[in-house]
């Protein structure tokens, strides 16, 4: 009884002139946004192989050269176009997609995309996530909402029920008549960006596919929920359009002001201050007559057993280097581990207030799972901040190990830059994204018990 009811709502939506326009504009709209954003993608990808060449070519081709000249010259990190972008580009274009490495210095991310773009960018982009995200749900509202009431309003209810058709069958039979359809455009969608994209990562992509499709399950719940218990269908698009704008546009932005001001971020001028004066209180690998140097200084030739600088076997001025190298890396690593610090506190926030709105949450594990979220650009940064690290180390190791103090003409073979491996990024494993994404995907499932736990009771009130 359940799937005649159920084929019975396909049938009559797929003749109804609403839903083929609506289908139309959506189907329009899909094709028109992984379009552009395989354009997008491509020349993005492109444009950061090519990047990515050019830093590498442009580092070797010092040849011989004194090692802090190359270390200070410095070369790029570049983070990679992840194949799941084309479908939800996250925050990457907020975050940037470079950082120069050189010497002494933590840099953050640059070539921020925003940044080259006009303010009406922050009426978004047209991309899948969009239409997944804002467009879909309110498709099913507008096919949904008159479900039941018209229904009740054309006194067909009574004679449905007089058949023998529980309040539940019916119910369960019009959720199913109006997901299927949602369900199958939205496999599609996938199918189709899927031919789009290189190198696809299959469980990813899946993982993705699944919690939109629970996402809509939700919405259709809800719209169901909302259809059962309204008197009217105009009372029950009312509400439902109220419930879309909260859930999609008002909690999100509440959450977001929110947890900022809660857990506000340093600005740049007072996270720099932070860092100098740290920096300023260890020893500075350029400065013999720094306090720090002078200590370092002096426990070396103890350690050798040697009264002057000259007769230690190696260039302490590259020692002193290394080590400022070093103490700098700590400083940088205590302020930003006290970014990441916020950024967690803020994401616990969220993640308690993603019991308000389903559209949290989804948000959430859809980036995490197309790697754009702010996740992975702290991995991202750590890696190259790591990458930063053992390029300076390798640098100043061969300074020390062959020459002498004073002898800053010394060159080195172009060999050496060889030595420092190009930088390569790999993004978290599906199994950590999920495991990290935990929170996420139960409230999805409380989201998921809550609106079928709603359904039911409205059924019981028919």
Not at 226 to 250: D, E, H, K, Q, Y
């Amino acid at each position: 009884m359940i799937l005649h009811i159920a084929k019975k709502e396909i049938r009559e939506t797929s003749r109804s002139g609403q839903f083929k326009w609506m289908l139309g504009v959506v189907v329009l709209l899909c094709t028109v946004a992984i379009f552009i954003s395989q354009n997008n993608w491509e020349a993005k990808n492109l444009e950061r192989e090519q990047a990515t060449e050019n830093a590498r070519t442009l580092w070797l081709a010092q040849g011989a050269t004194n090692p802090h000249n190359a270390a200070h010259y410095g070369t790029f990190a570049f983070k990679p176009q992840f194949p799941l972008s084309l479908i939800d580009p996250g925050v990457e274009k907020y975050t940037g997609v470079s950082i120069f490495l050189e010497a002494h210095s933590r840099n953050e991310a640059d070539m921020v995309a925003a940044a080259d773009q006009t303010g009406l960018s922050r009426f978004g982009d047209l991309t899948p996530d969009f239409i997944l995200l804002f467009v879909i749900p309110l498709l099913i509202i507008v096919l949904g909402h008159r479900s039941v009431t018209r229904e009740k309003e054309g006194g067909m209810l009574r004679i449905i029920k007089s058949q023998g058709v529980s309040n539940w069958q019916l119910v369960l039979g019009k959720w199913l008549g109006n997901f299927l359809p949602i369900a199958i455009l939205t496999t599609i969608l996938f199918m189709i960006s899927a031919l789009f994209i290189a190198n696809i990562e299959w469980p990813f992509l899946i993982a993705m596919l699944l919690v939109y499709l629970s996402y809509f399950a939700i919405i259709n719940s809800l719209t169901l929920f909302i259809s059962t218990i309204a008197r009217s269908s105009g009372l029950a698009m009312v509400s439902l359009l109220a419930i879309w704008i909260i859930s999609c546009l008002a909690v999100p932005k509440i959450a977001s002001s929110y947890t900022n001001e809660v857990y506000p971020y340093p600005t740049r001028v007072e996270f720099e201050a932070s860092v100098a004066d740290d920096k300023s209180k260890g020893l500075d690998g350029h400065d013999p007559w720094n306090e720090a140097s002078k200590k370092l200084e002096a426990e070396t030739l103890k350690e050798y057993n040697v009264e002057k600088l000259e007769d230690l076997p190696f260039n302490f001025d590259a020692l002193r280097m290394q080590k400022g190298e070093e103490h700098e890396a700590a400083v940088y690593f205590k302020h930003n581990e006290r970014l990441k610090e916020i950024y967690e506190s803020q994401t616990k926030i969220y993640r308690k207030l993603a019991i308000l709105s389903p559209f949290l949450p989804t948000r959430f594990m859809s980036m995490a799972l197309a790697n754009t979220d702010y996740a992975t650009h702290w991995n991202f940064s750590d890696r190259a901040e790591k990458h930063r690290v053992e390029m300076q180390r390798i640098l100043n190791s061969n300074f020390a190990e062959n020459s002498r103090l004073g002898e800053w003409g010394y060159q080195a073979d172009a060999s050496l830059l060889s030595e420092v491996p190009a930088f390569e990024y790999q993004a978290p494993q599906f199994r950590q994204v999920m495991v990290a994404g935990q929170s996420n995907l139960l409230i999805l499932g409380l989201w998921l018990v809550l609106s079928f736990g709603l359904l039911f009771f409205s059924s019981t009130r028919l």
